[in-house]
């Protein structure tokens, strides 16, 4: 019984400092309360940033350099430009490039002048072909397709369509619950699957935003099986840093052991020299060290019509992102 009691002493006494502490606590809180010069942190910055993009050098274009500007999207890279249909605007910006190479070019959606009924997106992805199983465009569509979850139905499988003066690949499919209907329209730039993904209520709304793609530019050789580069960017060769193309080589060094992924685009001068070297996800020890080691790499010239072109090539460095086991070029047989 005195225990019992003694514990009901104790848990009372502990409840009245709890009180008393809280009374005397000023309604603000927090370490501002105590400390008047703290300064309060920035919104919408990253102060500590982890793995990132970057570059060697800032005048060679990447893939993630695109903006919308006087309502055209312009991406130098890719040589694409999209004007975008009135009342269309782009309120963010994407995240950086993923560690398996997949970027978000555009966000687009009505903005607050749009008078139609029905709402809608716009999102212009790219998916870099060197970190993925498939072989172009075509395949990872078809791949998609086979992987679609089970609360989506396909409208029209992957089928080959043109819009003004270029090709795509068309898939659509819906959600039946959702009452969302999706039209992706994929081409292939410089080893890249550039993908615009219309996605609304309204299947009408979307038939006449993807017309008007037809306005847009692209490089002449863009296409669902093609787009390997030349002419006045690189050649894309996907593994070209490997076996007896790979003259002189140095491994990077760092610091700090780290676990991640680390995708990286080089681009191979006419003399066998790496000119620029651009990291879809790395931290910056990182960066630093692989390109102190890339720069010192020679490869072996490539020639195309006897003619030495320079290369635009793929390379992971740290551990390899998972890959999906299923073959796409399975897919694109059926």
């Known amino acids: 019984m005195q225990t019992t009691l003694s514990r009901c002493f104790v848990l009372l006494g502990l409840s009245v400092s709890l009180l008393a502490r809280a009374q005397g606590t000023p309604q603000s809180g927090g ?7 703290a300064h309060k942190l920035p919104s919408e910055t990253i102060l500590v940033k982890g793995a990132w993009s970057s570059a060697s050098d800032s005048e060679t274009p990447v893939p993630e350099g695109g903006r919308v500007a006087n309502k055209v999207f ?7 430009t999209y004007t975008l249909s009135p009342d269309w605007t782009e309120r963010y910006t994407g995240p950086p490039p993923s560690d398996n190479g997949y970027y978000v070019l555009a966000q687009i959606r ?6 139609g009924t029905s709402r809608g997106i716009i999102l212009i992805t790219a998916q870099d072909l060197f970190f993925t199983p498939a072989g172009n465009a075509l395949e990872l569509m078809n791949f998609t397709k086979d992987k679609l979850n089970a609360d989506y139905k396909v409208e029209q499988p992957p089928a080959l369509v043109r819009i003004g003066n270029h090709s795509f690949v068309r898939l659509d499919y819906v959600s039946p619950v959702a009452e969302l209907h999706w039209h992706a329209l994929a081409t292939q730039i410089r080893c890249h699957m550039v993908q615009f ?3 609304s209520r309204d299947t009408k709304l ?4 993807i017309q008007e793609m037809g306005r847009m530019t692209l490089p002449v050789e863009a296409g669902p099986i093609s787009g390997r580069g030349g002419g006045e960017v690189p050649v894309c060769i996907k593994d070209y840093a490997q076996g007896e193309n790979v003259l002189e ?6 610091a700090e052991r780290r676990f991640n992924p680390v995708p990286v685009r080089i681009i191979i001068d006419k003399e066998g020299k790496v000119k620029h070297v651009h990291f879809l996800s790395a931290f910056p020890d990182q960066a630093k060290a692989i390109t102190d080691s890339l720069f010192q790499w020679r490869f072996r010239p490539y020639l195309r019509d006897g003619k030495r072109v320079e290369v635009e090539t793929g390379i992971m460095f740290g551990r390899a992102p998972r890959q999906p086991t299923s073959s796409s070029a399975e897919a694109v047989n059926e």
Not at 74 to 80: A, D, H, M, R, S
Not at 206 to 209: A, G, I, K, N
Request: no cysteine; charged share 20%.
């Open 31 to 37: 370490d501002f309360a105590n400390n008047p010069e």
């Open 197 to 199: 993904v219309f996605t």
């Open 110 to 115: 009505p903005a607050d002048t749009f008078k």
């Open 74 to 80: 312009l991406n130098q890279y890719f040589g694409l």
């Open 249 to 254: 080589r140095i491994d990077p060094l760092t």
């Open 206 to 209: 979307m038939e006449s935003l």
